[in-house]
């Protein structure tokens, strides 16, 4: 009998889950819900932008709080076969 190996969900991969939504996320929301530092989430942010994503910062005219999402993936990412995630508005 033959298994199919399950891919494991990194918190990279939740990472960018969490910044492919239309609204995005704030440095807080993402620090709770990845179990990390707020300074631990931000070097997360510069490494998918070194690894080619397109990561935009949102600070609202209203004041308040910055809010990132993902506005392109990698040529390698998505050229890849769909994993069901969308990324970008």
Known sequence: M?????????KK????RLLGTKSGSDIRSL???LGWQQHTT???LSGLRKAGYE????KPV???????????TPASQQSAPATGQAHGA
């Open 62 to 72: 209203s004041g308040g709080v910055s809010k990132y999402r993902i506005l392109s």
């Open 31 to 33: 620090s709770a819900k």
């Open 55 to 58: 990561v935009a910062s949102e």
């Open 13 to 16: 991969d939740q990472l960018i």
């Open 42 to 44: 931000r070097a997360a």
């Open 2 to 10: 033959t298994h199919s190996p399950k891919k494991r969900v990194t």
